[in-house]
């Protein structure tokens, strides 16, 4: 069963430190993240999100990110948009 992870309503720079450390302590494991909340996405928690998508793909894990329309929104814009986001939008 994947560990389950859902995200804030913001998660700007300030977040990512705590990001990083929830989603490492999930290294290795199959990882859902509950995007559906995010209203406002920085741009580092993106890269967090892009790079944890790269990891677990480098790793053999599943990843799954469900984003709300305003998430999709953020990393289309930033260009980090990736084949395990969910196409699941609120």
Same mark, same amino acid.
């Given at each position: 069963?994947?560990?389950?992870?859902?995200?804030?309503?913001?998660?700007?720079?300030?977040?990512?430190?705590?990001?990083?450390?929830?989603?490492?302590?999930?290294?290795?494991?199959? @990882?859902?993240?509950? *995007?559906?909340?995010? #209203?406002? %996405?920085?741009? /580092?928690?993106?890269?967090?999100?892009?790079?944890?998508? &790269?990891?677990?793909?480098?790793?053999?894990?599943?990843?799954? @990110?469900?984003?709300? *329309?305003?998430?999709? #929104?953020? %990393?289309?814009? /930033?260009?980090?948009?990736?084949?395990?986001?969910?196409? &699941?939008?609120?």
């Amino acid at each position: 069963m994947p560990a389950d992870l859902t995200l804030p309503e913001r998660l700007d720079n300030s977040d990512v430190r705590n990001l990083y450390e929830t989603i490492l302590a999930h290294r290795f494991q199959a @990882l859902q993240i509950n *995007g559906k909340e995010v #209203r406002s %996405l920085g741009v /580092l928690a993106a890269q967090i999100l892009y790079a944890t998508a &790269e990891q677990w793909r480098a790793d053999g894990q599943t990843f799954r @990110l469900a984003s709300s *329309g305003a998430l999709h #929104r953020d %990393l289309a814009n /930033l260009g980090l948009l990736f084949p395990e986001l969910s196409q &699941e939008c609120i």
